[in-house]
């Protein structure tokens, strides 16, 4: 299949030329959006500043650990050198794999905590402001009172520890609703008041929640919170609204919550291709950003 046929490059939604963003919100992108590119290898995480840049008019930059060929030294080297030559900036890296900060055994939650300092070496190095943790159990999810109790007091543990050490690159920690325990508001707010961390807050995605929890009401819970935002999105019609949440809504309470930093669009969808989705979800964000 032709490579620009795949990614998505004209055809449906159209080449979008977007200029400075003066609003409220200045928008970034997930690297996830890109995942399918990134690991068919149509492009490399190295190639990320330029496309973010050249295809989409995008300065931020959410990187994803998992998508990185090496995190070397030479290596980080060679991707600020590609952010420098596009005029791009790293915005956080997304981290997945290093453990289970809420794990029974203590010496394995306190090394998914010391697994964690590296990317916060290199997004203090990239000049990025935090690193996107999950707040995962590592055994069967906690579901009565107690054991939810018990797991954010050792939440408490591992996540003061990380930030101890973040706090001395002046990184933030933040945590998403991740799926399992992670995706229910109650408790990531209740760790958030028990750890009490200026460098601790949350990334409220918009579409990581399970059905018996209401999207809207969880966000409004979590953005008190919120060092970022996850503009998770799905499939757009061809007014670029997007058809499977109220999008009005939810960027709503982001505005109501006083939150003014960086909307990462995090495209997910199957109907349009990674590309498109992104150009429709930017094309969106115009009205919050422009």
Known sequence: MDRRKLLGLGAGVPFLS???????FKTSLA???L???????????????RIAREQFGIEGLEFVNQLWEAPTADYVRRLKRNMASTGTKAVLIMCDGEGFMGHTDKAQRMAAADNHRKWVDITAELGGHAIRTNMYPGERQPGT????DDFVSRCVESFSKLCEYARGAKINVIIENHGGVSSNPDVVVKLMKQAGLANLGTLPDFGNFPKEIDRYEAVKKLMPYAKGVSFKCMDFDAQFRETTMDMDRLMGIVDAAGYRGWVGIEYEGSRMTEFQGIQA?????EKWTA
């Open 31 to 33: 690297e996830w959006s």
């Open 35 to 49: 995942h399918k590119a990134i690991q068919s290898r149509l492009m490399s995480n190295l190639d990320f500043p």
């Open 281 to 285: 979800a930017r094309r969106y964000l």
């Open 18 to 24: 977007f200029g400075q963003a003066t609003g409220k």
């Open 145 to 148: 009172a107690a054991e939810i």
